[in-house]
């Protein structure tokens, strides 16, 4: 018996035999490719996916700096207090000024909490350390997390590589994209990814 693909090839041939020359060749060369991106369309539609990405919702974030800003303004141990509260939205930082280390933490301790009741999870900022700043104020900057650091995207892929689930971790970018033909395999790895501490907030978006 002729292998498969040696039987397609003879019934290409059959079938050249009879078409007038201008109809031959849609049964030539595309015949290869023409398998060639079904194949790739069947492997496409098989496989589901979801993005790991580490983002913070500047609007939330904005709105609890903002609760954290009146409160400290109608406290009364922040009575003509130097405390600022600068978000530098371009460069994904957030300056905290205050009068001294100990003012400095009770400021840190409002924002906390507002950010809390806002959704916004405090692994989002990599806080610098305490500087003297202008007037005998003390100053310390957050860079507030954008996206996935190539080592944390690095260490989330080996990590899912480690768990031996039956997926895929794929580094595009400033997220890692989770690729398997399972939807309970996929849903396995986003649990398994919640119970690890990688040091940052991470979300789980585009499940498709």
């Known amino acids: 018996m002729l292998p498969e693909c040696a039987r397609e090839v003879s019934q290409d041939s059959q079938l050249r035999a009879v078409l007038p020359p201008w109809a031959q060749w849609e049964i030539n060369q595309p015949t290869f490719y023409r398998?060639?991106?079904?194949?790739?369309?069947?492997?496409v539609?098989?496989?589901f996916s979801f993005d790991v990405v580490s983002e913070v919702n500047m609007q939330e974030l904005k709105n609890a700096l903002d609760q954290a800003t009146k409160e400290i303004k109608q406290?009364?141990?922040?009575?003509?207090?130097?405390t600022?509260?600068?978000?530098?939205?371009k460069e994904k930082e957030l300056?905290?000024?205050?009068?001294?280390?100990?003012?400095l933490k009770a400021?840190?301790?409002?924002?906390?909490a507002k950010c809390v009741k806002r959704g916004v999870s405090l692994k989002a900022f990599d806080y610098g350390e305490v500087e003297p700043a202008l007037s005998g104020t003390v100053r310390q900057v957050a860079k507030i997390q954008s996206g996935l650091a190539s080592e944390k995207a690095k260490e989330i892929t080996k990590?899912?590589?480690d768990s031996k689930?039956?997926?895929q971790g794929q580094i595009q970018g400033e997220q890692v994209r989770v690729l398997g033909k399972s939807k309970d395999e996929l849903q396995s790895a986003i649990t398994f990814l919640k119970g690890k501490d990688f040091g940052i907030d991470l979300q789980f978006t585009n499940y498709r």
């Open 165 to 167: 689930l039956k997926v």
């Open 95 to 103: 300056v905290v000024v205050s009068d001294d280390d100990y003012k």
């Open 75 to 82: 406290r009364f141990d922040f009575k003509d207090s130097k």
């Open 107 to 112: 400021v840190h301790e409002i924002i906390k």
């Open 35 to 43: 398998g060639r991106w079904e194949e790739e369309e069947e492997i």
């Open 45 to 47: 539609a098989d496989q």
């Open 84 to 89: 600022e509260i600068t978000l530098k939205e």
């Open 159 to 161: 990590a899912i590589k």
